[in-house]
């Protein structure tokens, strides 16, 4: 991934960080919004891209502070008072030991993704996306940080983002079966709730086996009668008459088994694209599961 790909992620990401926050009034809301599109359209990111992104807040902080000190054992006893914290379901303090210890070690990328951990108990999935994201960018191959990446982008409905994180997790550590039953339930729904592109009518003209058809079908001397017969039904009078709907409904049927017939898997292609979303699914992951326990 190059590095402006990596910038402009990091850009889109500190965009919704902001939307999940109450500091946009509507207007602002929507142009960041239609930013986040423009960003995510213009360098082509994929959902997987944007997990690479970095925490932009974070490195203004680091900038505006100058060098860091780095106290690696009290960072280290704060951080296992976070997590004596989170056991008793105390999360915002939890969060405010987890970033007291990011100051003091900000290379640590346990500290985010456990500060993640606490952002998404307390409901704040921008931030703990953002954590995660920041926990990523010093360790690149640490599982439970794309695990924990993966509930929060389904909690906050990114579920093709979601199963990215998922799969990455999965590479990582194979045989936790946590990560793989959460990879399996976002696979299972996105299908479910129906992630289907829009109709593309400029692809289907340009589609060669549909064209190959519709050739084959106008070169038939049956359809050849049929699409006069559709044509003689199409006037006024007979059109509005009992008989002419008929043969209009007939014709249609013959049509759809002529092109069921000639090619079933083109037919059922269009079917899917054509078909509108199933109703939602079950909860996706992380929805009723509990966080993978702080490091």
Do not use: W
Not at 43 to 65: A, C, I, K, N
Not at 134 to 141: D, T
Not at 194 to 221: F, Y
Request: net charge negative.
């Amino acid at each position: 991934m190059s590095e402006i790909k990596v910038v402009a992620a990091s850009i889109v990401n500190f965009l919704k960080q902001q939307l999940d926050s109450d500091t946009l009034s509507a207007d602002s809301r929507e142009s960041v919004e239609v930013g986040v599109q423009c960003i995510e359209t213009a360098f082509e990111l994929s959902p997987e891209e944007l997990t690479r992104g970095v925490d932009l807040l974070q490195l203004v902080r680091q900038q505006r502070g100058g060098a860091p000190r780095v106290d690696r054992a009290e960072a280290e006893k704060l951080k296992n008072e976070g997590n004596e914290l989170m056991k008793s379901e105390r999360y915002r303090e939890a969060l405010e030991k987890y970033s007291r210890a990011i100051e003091l070690d900000p290379q640590n990328s346990v500290f985010f993704c456990n500060r993640a951990a606490a952002h998404f108990k307390l409901g704040e999935h921008e931030s703990a996306v953002a954590d995660c994201m920041a926990a990523l960018a010093l360790q690149p191959n640490y599982g439970k940080a794309h695990g924990r990446l993966g509930i929060a982008l389904t909690a906050l409905n990114r579920h093709e983002e979601a199963r990215a994180a998922f799969a990455r997790a999965v590479q990582l550590e194979p045989d936790n079966e946590s990560y793989k039953q959460n990879l399996k339930l976002a696979e299972e729904q996105l299908a479910q709730r129906g992630d289907r592109r829009q109709l593309d009518l400029g692809g289907l003209l340009q589609n060669t086996a549909l064209l190959n058809m519709a050739t084959e079908m106008l070169a038939d001397p049956n359809m050849q009668n049929l699409i006069s017969g559709l044509m003689s039904t199409t006037t006024p009078n007979v059109a509005n008459s009992a008989g002419g709907m008929n043969a209009l409904i007939e014709a249609g049927q013959t049509l759809a088994q002529h092109m069921q017939s000639a090619n079933p898997e083109l037919v059922e292609q269009l079917r899917r694209q054509i078909r509108p979303p199933g109703p939602p699914g079950p909860p996706g992951p992380g929805d009723n599961q509990p966080q993978p326990p702080p490091q």
